[in-house]
């Protein structure tokens, strides 16, 4: 069972979609529990592979394609994961702010997101703070990022806080900002709960706000 | 291809800064590429919000800023500059509001020309609002309307150059870059990338016939400029941003087939080869654009630059004055002494060019590649393709084959994990089919960009 993980995890790290739902379904097939092939084949090889990133040994394009291979791997499951209750770390929103077209960062943070095993809902660029709080009563994240690269379009980081206050949503979201000209001293002034100057710091933050 | 290039037009001892063949002159005088190199300022807002309500105070704050730089202009005796107002999205979205600040700005250049004798231009950029999900069609429709007017309008209210940091082939382009997918790139920046330069600077440079201002080029930022910044954080590979830099010239030089005569603009690097292949005149940036972002080529970007750029700063106050006003002055003396090496003759020139080039182009090789005797080299090889998609993979070949012998003879620094990156380049390149049409069917079938919808651009 653990050599089944083990090449399950190796797999993440590599990106190799076809060799990972292959060893996924030998798994299930061979009723290794799904929360297990979540946990310690597919979340521990991106893990892994996280830490090789840290220590400079490899550059995002192999993360975001071991990304990718999770995601597809978690799509095959998912069914199975619905039905058994396992439910993901924890799920997010995210978005860039109304006004503002830019969506590298932003792209970079959710498949970070993804890859320490939240499920995210991206609104895309130019999201105003009505489609932000449409997002917050239809999904009910844990994590909310807004996203802003332009000094004129930070402020609209502050609107959509203040909008998600007056509709009373405050207190149900934890809120990260970033972006080139953001700083902690102003997300503290707009209220937010946290800002991180990277996409793996942004994905770390969150982790630690649903541990 | 309108207007045909095929071949480089400077020997190294003649490709030097302040000087190009075919200089770009205004009616007021102010020339560029003609033996000085000149500022060129850019600046942006602070924070804070852009709307109906806000705009008197966006009118002030570009107004005192335009002023305050001009002022410290005529205090150094700055024998000319040129100041770029890039709009923002909002003043794109609301033409009028661009049209308004470039008046506003312009007419301030005017009081001091006519005052203090401070002859300047006004380049005017707007956002390419195309990429906006909502936009129907690349060359048609409320967001290409909205754009054109903007010059046209622009040009009236006192504009002199016209550009652009133009987005077509980034819907691509962009996944290209997090997953330093080539052949993506080679399809983003050589194929759509090229098909949406001609159009839209088909149509600039009528524009700027119709009302006499000059049609002066794009820059390859949205792709070249933003593999750099990645690279920078270590996010990807550097030698993936340099190959990118080189792919981008014939993206570029499109506007110049198309009639675009320059100053090309500062953010685009690749500067260096349009200059190499058109004769015309470039605005570059280096460590004077360190308030907007970091890069690996402070120095080299002045080697044969003709407009010296700060590419963007705030307008926040520092111990010196408002920023745009610092920036102008460190604009100022880095021309006032390489204006100054050209009065001691050519060979006072070519020291300072090679020392600019030399101080930078061992650490990284993305400054390797702006080396004016690569950049020479590599245009050769570039203007060997038969068309733009032959000649961006021609490109990146050539690129590729300079930046591994350069590693060998230790010419540049590449750290032992980039280097297998060469080799995997490379591999992807030469897997590319020889026919366009194949290789652009077989990129629409794989699409993994969101992105990208082949109908705007007619696909």
């Known amino acids: 069972m653990q050599e089944l993980l083990n090449k399950i995890a190796i797999g993440i790290e590599k990106g190799n979609k076809k060799a990972v739902l292959e060893d996924v379904q030998a798994a299930l097939d061979a009723n290794i529990k799904v929360e297990s092939i979540m946990n310690d084949g597919l979340i521990k090889g991106m893990e892994e592979l996280g830490a090789k990133w840290k220590r400079n040994e490899v550059f995002v394009p192999e993360v975001l394609i071991a990304a990718r291979t999770l995601t597809a791997a978690l799509e095959a499951i998912k069914p199975i994961l619905a039905q058994q209750g396992v439910k993901p770390k924890g799920k997010a929103v995210i978005g860039t702010v109304k006004g503002d077209l830019h969506d590298i960062g932003k792209n970079l943070v959710k498949m970070m997101m993804v890859g320490a095993g939240f499920e995210v809902v991206d609104l895309g660029v130019d999201v105003s703070e009505a489609k932000f709080i449409e997002a917050l009563e239809e999904n009910q994240p844990d994590i909310l990022l807004l996203s802003a690269l332009l000094t004129t379009t930070m402020p609209q980081q502050k609107a959509v806080i203040d909008a998600i206050t007056a509709a009373q949503l405050r207190d149900k979201v934890k809120i990260m900002v970033g972006g080139a000209p953001v700083t902690q001293e102003f997300a503290d002034e707009i209220g937010a709960d946290a800002y991180t100057q990277d996409a793996a710091s942004a994905a770390e933050r969150a982790v630690k706000f649903v541990s | ?386 068309d733009h998609f032959e000649r961006t993979k021609l490109a990146g070949l050539a690129a590729i084959r300079v930046l591994r012998e350069a590693y060998e003879n230790k010419e540049v620094l590449i750290s032992e994990r980039e280097v297998p990156w060469l080799d995997m380049l490379q591999n992807e390149i030469e897997s590319i089919p020889a026919d366009v049409n194949v290789f652009t069917q077989e990129m629409i079938e794989g699409n993994t960009s969101a992105k990208f919808e082949p109908k705007k651009y007619d696909l």
């Not at chain 2, 002030?60 to 100041?83: H, M, N, T, W």
């Not at chain 2, 604009?331 to 100054?340: G, I, K, S």
């Not at chain 2, 060019?353 to 090889?381: G, I």
Request: aromatic fraction near 8%; glycine fraction near 8%; charge should be negative.
């Open chain 2, 1 to 386: 291809m309108g207007k045909e290039f095929n071949k480089v037009l400077y020997d190294l001892d003649s490709f030097v800064y302040g000087k190009s063949l075919y200089p770009v002159k205004l009616k007021n005088g102010l020339e560029i590429g003609g033996g000085l190199i000149l500022p060129e300022l850019n600046f942006t807002l602070p924070n804070m919000l852009f709307n109906e309500s806000t705009f008197p105070k966006v009118i002030e704050q570009y107004r005192s800023i335009i002023d305050e730089a001009c002022k410290r202009a005529v205090e150094l005796s700055v024998p000319g500059f040129v100041a770029e107002v890039e709009l923002l999205p909002d003043a794109t979205y609301r033409p009028e509001w661009g049209i308004e600040i470039t008046k506003v700005v312009r007419e301030v250049m005017y009081e001091y020309e006519q005052k203090h004798q401070l002859k300047s231009g006004l380049r005017l950029t707007p956002v390419d609002i195309r990429e906006d999900l909502n936009s129907e069609h690349m060359w048609h429709g409320e967001f290409w309307d909205k754009i054109m007017r903007i010059f046209e309008e622009g040009a009236k209210a006192g504009a002199d150059f016209l550009s652009i940091e133009s987005i077509g082939g980034k819907d691509v382009h962009d996944e290209a870059i997090m997953y330093c997918n080539i052949k993506q790139s080679i399809f983003g920046l050589g194929v759509l990338g090229c098909m949406d330069m001609k159009r839209l600077w088909g149509s600039i440079t009528e524009i700027a016939e119709k009302t006499g201002t000059v049609s002066a080029g794009d820059t390859a930022c949205g792709f070249a400029n933003t593999a750099m910044v990645l690279a920078d954080r270590g996010y990807i590979p550097k030698v993936f941003a340099a190959v990118i830099r080189v792919l981008a010239v014939v993206r570029s030089l499109v506007a110049y087939e198309e009639g675009a005569v320059g100053p090309h603009k500062d953010c685009g690097y690749e500067g260096v080869y349009i200059k190499a292949i058109t004769g015309t005149p470039i605005s570059m940036e280096g460590k004077t654009s360190a308030c907007a972002h970091l890069s690996p080529v402070g120095n080299i970007a002045a080697a044969v630059a003709d407009l010296w750029s700060n590419e963007s700063v705030q307008n926040l106050k520092l111990l010196g004055g408002m920023a745009p006003t610092v920036y102008m002055e460190q604009l100022a003396y880095d021309c006032r002494l390489m204006n100054t090496a050209t009065k001691k003759g050519h060979s006072a020139v070519l020291l300072l060019r090679d020392l600019l080039t030399d101080s930078d182009s061992y650490y990284d090789p993305q400054a390797y590649v702006l080396r004016p005797d690569v950049v020479l080299k590599l245009s050769a090889e570039i203007l060997k393709g038969k």
